[in-house]
C-alpha cells in the first residue's frame, strides 16, 4: 500500500496434528488465530440520522471488528432479534478467522442480503455505552451515519463480503487479499480412564481429561490444494471468479494487495461501482416502493 495504512489482520486457519507418545492418550485443539489489532466483531442495527430521512429512514447493521470463531453465532443471535427484514451489511474488518467468514457468508446469502464495505460515525449512543439514553424517542438504540472514506474489508473479510447478493465498495474504501497463514498445532491431552474386563475384553467404563498442553506448533503460508479447492468451490458458490484466489496465491502473508474497484467488478466480487452509501442513503427511502429495509417512524417509537 502507497500513501495509508490500513489494519491487517492475518488471514488464517488452524490444522491440527495430533500427537502420540508412548503411555498416553494423544487429541488435538485447534488454535485460534487472535486478532492483530482490532476488536471481535461486532453486531448492531442502526438507524440512519441522516438529516431529512424522517419519518422513513434506512437501517442496517453494522458489522465491524476481526473475524473470529464466534462471529457467526453472534450474528445469528443478531439476525433473529429482526426476524424476516432484510438489512444490509456494513461491514470494516481487517480480516481474521477463514472458516468463520465462510460461514458469515453462507448466513449472508441465505437471507439474502446486501453488504457494504463502510463504516458507521454512531450519534448519540456509542457501541461501548451499556446504559446509555441519548436516543430515547428517536425509535432506535443505534442512530448513525454510513459513510466509505477510511472503510476497509483485508484478508478473510472479502469472503464474508461474497455472500451478498449486492455487492459494493466504493472508492474510498479498501479492500485488500493476500496469502492464507495456516497454524498448524500439536496438543498433548492426558486423560483418566476407568474401565473393567468384560469377557476377557477391556471395557471404558469413564474417561476424562486431566491436562492439556501445546507442545509446538508450525505456521505454514502456502494454500494447500485442499484450500485452494474448498475456495474456489466457495466462490463459485457465491458467483464470484477464481481471480480473488489467484491474487490472494501471488501476495505475501506480510503484504496486502488492494484489488481496485474496476477489478472487483471483473471478478464479480462486487455487483457494482458505488459505495456503501448506495444502500444506506436517505435517497433509497424516497422511492416507490422504499427499500426493504427502510422503516417508518411511529408512535410507539416515542417508547424506544
Not at 22 to 31: E, I, N, Y
Amino acid at each position: 500500500m502507497i500513501g495509508m495504512a490500513f489494519p491487517r489482520e492475518v488471514f488464517s486457519r488452524s490444522v491440527v496434528i495430533v500427537c502420540l507418545l508412548v503411555g498416553l492418550l494423544a487429541s488435538a485443539a485447534p488454535a485460534r488465530a487472535a486478532p492483530a489489532d482490532d476488536t471481535d466483531m461486532q453486531f448492531l442495527v442502526v438507524r440512519s440520522g441522516q438529516p431529512g430521512c424522517e419519518p422513513t429512514c434506512p437501517e442496517w447493521i453494522s458489522a465491524e471488528g476481526a473475524i473470529v470463531r464466534d462471529s457467526p453465532a453472534l450474528f445469528k443471535k443478531l439476525l433473529k432479534t429482526i426476524g424476516n427484514r432484510r438489512l444490509p451489511v456494513v461491514v470494516t474488518s481487517p480480516g481474521g478467522d477463514v472458516d468463520a467468514a465462510l460461514a458469515l457468508g453462507r448466513i449472508i446469502r441465505a437471507r439474502k442480503l446486501e453488504v457494504g464495505v463502510g463504516k458507521t460515525r454512531f450519534i448519540g449512543c456509542q457501541p461501548q455505552q451499556k446504559d446509555c439514553r441519548d436516543n430515547d424517542g428517536r425509535g432506535a438504540r443505534y442512530i448513525g451515519i454510513a459513510y466509505s472514506g477510511g472503510a476497509y474489508c483485508n484478508s478473510a473479510c472479502p469472503l464474508m463480503l461474497a455472500g451478498g447478493t449486492r455487492r459494493v465498495v466504493g472508492q474510498w474504501a479498501y479492500l485488500g487479499v493476500h496469502q492464507i497463514t495456516t497454524v498448524h498445532t500439536q496438543v498433548l491431552t492426558r486423560y483418566q480412564e476407568k474401565y473393567r474386563i468384560v469377557n476377557g475384553k477391556k471395557k471404558v467404563t469413564s474417561k476424562k481429561v486431566v491436562s492439556r498442553k501445546n507442545v509446538g506448533t508450525r505456521t505454514t503460508y502456502e494454500m494447500s490444494k485442499a484450500q485452494e479447492r474448498e475456495l474456489a468451490a466457495y466462490l463459485a458458490e457465491m458467483g464470484v471468479g477464481r481471480a480473488v484466489i489467484d491474487q490472494m496465491k501471488i501476495t505475501f502473508a506480510n503484504d496486502m494487495r488492494k484489488i481496485e474497484p474496476v477489478a472487483m467488478m471483473e471478478m464479480k466480487l462486487i455487483t457494482q461501482l458505488g459505495g456503501v452509501e448506495l444502500l444506506t442513503a436517505a435517497g433509497v427511502c424516497k422511492t416507490v416502493p422504499a427499500s426493504a429495509h427502510c422503516r417508518v417512524f411511529v408512535m410507539s417509537d416515542l417508547k424506544r
